[in-house]
């Protein structure tokens, strides 16, 4: 069990397409350390390049709506479909203290994998598409700020600068291999 540090905007890692997972064998580990530091800083979902790891990998919790009865782990994820349109707050804790209005599909056909390999596709509405897209967002390098207009976005230049200025001397880049998190 550990709590990880949470990599902030500015630093590379949140800007990199993350890559596929094929050694499943430490996930276990890996997904249990990233719940834990998701209900430490109260989010409903973590994608793993926030906790500096490389690799097409999140977790969301959203238990507490009715659109799940577990936490989940999605691995491998591609969104292969979405329709509709919904607009509704964000906050990413990779951002602190900066919340949104982010227009995204409503629906979405999602194809991933479980921890244990098992391939599955599904549709998801709701909160659930929309935490899903946050991560895959985070999974291929893109970030609440860029889903929102220039104009908006400027609003937003100081405080995104004051939290890049500090990210930098935070989390380097983990290898999931070896002695990850001990
Ligand atoms: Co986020």
Not at 9 to 25: E, H, M, Q, T, W
């Amino acid at each position: 069990m550990a709590v990880l540090d949470i990599v902030k905007y500015g630093n590379p890692i949140l800007r990199k397409a993350c890559k596929p997972v094929s050694d499943f064998s430490a996930l276990p580990r890996i997904v249990a350390d990233m719940f834990d530091t998701m209900y430490e800083a109260e989010g409903i979902g973590l994608a793993a390049n926030q906790v500096g790891l490389d690799m097409n990998l999140c977790i969301i919790d959203v238990t507490h709506t009715e659109e799940a009865d577990e936490p989940l782990t999605f691995v491998n994820g591609k969104i292969v479909d979405s329709w509709g349109e919904s607009i509704h707050s964000e906050g990413c804790l990779s951002i602190p203290e900066v919340e949104l209005e982010v227009k995204r599909p409503e629906f979405i056909r999602f194809r991933f994998q479980t921890p244990d390999g098992e391939e599955h596709v599904e549709e998801f509405g709701g909160l659930l598409a929309r935490a899903i897209q946050h991560e895959m967002d985070h999974l291929n390098g893109i970030m609440i700020i860029d889903r929102v207009s220039p104009l908006i976005k400027m609003q937003y230049n100081k405080q995104l600068k004051e939290i890049a200025k500090n990210a930098s001397r935070h989390v380097k880049e983990r290898k999931p291999q070896g002695n990850f998190a001990l």
